[in-house]
C-alpha cells in the first residue's frame, strides 16, 4: 500500500485499502437511513439517485468543486429534501429538531454523551411555528 | 448575571456537533420516533457494508469466472442472476451487466450523473468515484484518466467506457494476471482488487505487493 491515506481512522469507520469510505460517522448513518427507508418502500431507488444527483448539480452550479470530499453532504440535504416531499418529516420538524439538538450538544457537560432532553425538545426550542 | 464575562480559555465557542452531525441527530431521531428505522438496523448496515460486502463480494465472482468456464458464460449473459446465485443481490434492484476485458478491449465504469456504483459487489464507492473531475473526465479522456491510475494499454486496445445509471450497474470482469495457472478460487480472489473491477486498474499478479 502506498500508505497516502489517512492513518486516523476511527476502529469502526467502513474503510477499504485506499482509506475510509465514509470519512466520518454521521456520513454512514445518512446512508444508513437512507438505505432502511428505501427498503421500507419510502421511495424508489429511482426516486433517491434523481433526488442525489438534482442536489449535485445544484451544488455544482453554487460553484461546489464536487471532489468526492462533499458527496455526503449533497446526500444528506438530498434525504433531508425527499423526507420532506414524501411526507415523512417536513422541514419544520426537521429545523426544529435539528436546534433541539444543538441546544442539547450545548448543555451537556464536557465528556459525556449528548442526549435529546425530552424536556428541551417539547420547550422553547421544539414548538414549530 | 452577566453573559459575557465567564469567558473560557477552552474552546467553547467550536461547536460540539457540526452542522451535517446536528441534522443527521435530527434526522435519525425523528425516523426512530415514527417508528421507521431503528438504530440496531442502521448499525447492522453500516457494519454490513464495512466488513462484509467490500469489494471481496466482487472478487469472488471474478475468480470464479477465472476458472469456470460456463459461470463465466453465464455472468456476461446475465449478471444479475449469475451474482445472485452466488448469493449476492442488490438492494435497490438493480441490474448488473458483466463487461469482459480482453487484450482487444478494456471496460471501464462511471456514473456521469451521480455515483451508482454496484454495492453488492463492490461495497462502497471510494472517493475519486464520486468526484466531478472523474465522472466528467472518464468520458472526454479516458486513457489520460487510466494513466493517472498507472493503467497503460497499448496503442490499438479500444478503451470503452460505460455510464450507470440508478437501474443498471457494470462490474468488468478483469483479464486474468498471467502465472496464475495452478491458482484456486481464494487466491485469484485475491488477486482482484476494487479497482480492477471498475476498470480504472488491472488485477494483480502473483507476488505484487498487495
Redesign the interface.
Known sequence: ?TGTGPTCLLP????????P????P?E??????T??????G?FT??E???A??AQ?TAA?AAGD?????T???HW?AA??AL?ARKG??SRT??VA??E???VA??R?PHGEP?A?DAAIRAGEVGRDG | MSEHDHHHDHDHDHPRLTDAELRVRALESLLVEKGLVDRPALDALIDLYETKVGPRNGAQVVARAWIDPAYKAWLLRDATAAIAEMGFRGRQGEDMVALENTPGVHNMVVCTLCSCYPWTVLGLPPVWYKSAPYRSRAVIEPRAVLAEFGVVLPEETEVRVWDSTAELRYLVLPMRPEGTAGMDVEQLAELVTRDSMIGTGVARRPGDAS
Open positions: 500500500m469502526l469507520q467502513p474503510h477499504d485499502a485506499e482509506g469510505v465514509f470519512r466520518e454521521w454512514a448513518q445518512a446512508f444508513a437511513m438505505l432502511r427507508l428505501h427498503e421500507a419510502h431507488w429511482a433517491w439517485a434523481s442525489l444527483s449535485i455544482q468543486p464536487d471532489l468526492g470530499d458527496y455526503y453532504t444528506l434525504l433531508e423526507v415523512i418529516a420538524e426537521q429538531r435539528k433541539a439538538w444543538r450538544a450545548e451537556a449528548i435529546l
